[in-house]
């Protein structure tokens, strides 16, 4: 039952944003929707933080309840489950633990697993490769996304 599984970054439209409160998950969910209503969950990352969520509605709002991130979670019916497997480099959770999740699609459950990492050697061979944006790119991130939330508290949304 692979299909309706969709996969992004952070946000089904922008990578530099991500996916943390329960507004951009009900904004993604949208946009999930709208390019493809057969997607019933959606599986991102960006944030380096494991877990399941999902959008539903409630009272005629559309709401976001969060599930745990370890052991197994059951993804129930319906649509708008969005899984995000955490990070192979456990460097920002100060633990020398990767993280992964395995999705079974057939018993819609989702299986957090935490291994054992060298991150420092992962981030020494990544930047080795390229895989690591230099100080102008990180910093023109940063600039973007104060940008994008200052612009966001001074509308009021």
């Known amino acids: 039952m692979s299909v309706g599984i969709g996969v992004f970054h952070g946000h089904v439209d922008d990578v530099t944003r991500r996916a943390l409160g329960p507004l951009e998950f009900v904004r993604n969910q949208y946009f999930v929707e709208g390019r493809d209503a057969a997607v019933w969950l959606a599986v991102h990352g960006h944030t380096h933080v494991a877990g399941v969520h999902r959008v539903h509605l409630r009272d005629g709002s559309r709401v976001m309840s969060r599930f745990g991130a370890r052991g197994t979670v059951e ?3 319906g649509k708008g489950w969005f899984v995000n497997p955490g ?3 456990g ?3 100060g633990e020398e633990l990767a993280c992964f999740a395995v999705l079974d699609t057939d018993a819609r459950l989702v299986t957090f697993g935490y291994a ?3 991150h420092r050697a992962s981030e020494e061979r990544a930047r080795r490769a390229g895989y690591r944006p230099g100080l102008f790119v ?10 994008r939330s200052w612009s966001s508290r001074t509308r009021g949304g």
């Open 91 to 93: 460097a920002r959770r």
């Open 87 to 89: 990070s192979v480099d």
């Open 138 to 147: 990180r910093g023109r991130l940063r600039v973007r996304r104060w940008m």
């Open 116 to 118: 054992s990492c060298d």
């Open 75 to 77: 993804v129930g019916e």
